[in-house]
Nanobody
Framework: VQLQASGGGLVQAGGSLRLSCAAS????????LAWFRQTTGKEREFVAA????????FYADSVKGRFTMSRDNAKTTMYLQMNSLQPEDTAIYYC???????????????????WGQGTQVTVSS
């Protein structure tokens, strides 16, 4: 599985961005999809995930109410709509996918076997 992330950029605080991640698969069936982010010197941080068996995404507390994750099964593309962006949201954002992941590992980077190349999001104050 190859993942191609796009949509990052520079935005002012309070602004919005929409990230996309296209997958080189015929179907998302069975896959758990996720977004993570990472800043220099820090570990990769869970942002959001959506399981194949449950269309309701799970979110990190830091983004709940501001970010919305979705997927288009026909296009095998996942999205991350980011609203009310703050400087602390500045990071490289990565999309990820996994098969056969247990619920307690949704936020664990090592549980995901497939990663996109990352897209930079910079929020200025």
């Amino acid at each position: 599985v190859q993942l191609q992330a796009s949509g990052g950029g520079l935005v002012q605080a309070g602004g919005s961005l929409r990230l996309s991640c296209a997958a080189s698969v015929d179907t998302f069936r069975g896959y758990t999809l996720a977004w993570f982010r990472q800043t220099t010197g820090k570990e990769r941080e869970f942002v959001a995930a959506i399981k194949w068996t449950n269309s309701n995404p799970f979110y990190a507390d830091s983004v709940k109410g501001r970010f919305t994750m979705s997927r288009d099964n026909a296009k095998t593309t996942m999205y991350l709509q980011m609203n009310s962006l703050q400087p602390e949201d500045t990071a490289i954002y990565y999309c990820a996918a996994a098969l056969r992941i247990i619920h307690s590992n949704l936020g664990v980077p090592s549980a995901y076997g497939y990663w996109g190349q990352g897209t930079q999001v910079t929020v200025s104050s």
